[in-house]
């Protein structure tokens, strides 16, 4: 995995409520939508909670039944299964 791709996985991973979170976790998830690996309905997802850097994208695709495997994914870069 290059250095970006990397880091950009660091930003998408970053948990809930840290001042401009929701901004950084959008911008990660464009990189990632923009190269094929977040199908649009999730980044439209990460846009809406883009302001709200306390809401969790991975709550709100849990509860809209999205994106199931970009969550998976995204547990796989945590190295868990939440």
């Known amino acids: 995995m290059d250095e970006e791709t990397r880091r950009n996985w660091e930003i998408?991973?970053?948990?809930?409520?840290?001042?401009?979170?929701?901004r950084a976790r959008y911008a990660a998830a464009m990189y990632f939508c923009q190269r094929g690996e977040m199908a649009p309905d999730v980044?439209?997802?990460?846009?809406?909670?883009?302001?709200?850097?306390?809401?969790?994208?991975?709550s709100v695709l849990k509860?809209?039944?999205?994106?199931?495997?970009?969550?998976?994914r995204l547990n796989a870069f945590r190295g868990g299964s939440g």
């Open 43 to 58: 980044l439209e997802i990460y846009r809406i909670c883009s302001r709200l850097d306390a809401e969790d994208p991975v």
């Open 63 to 72: 509860r809209w039944k999205l994106g199931e495997e970009w969550i998976l």
């Open 12 to 22: 998408i991973a970053l948990p809930p409520g840290a001042e401009w979170s929701g």
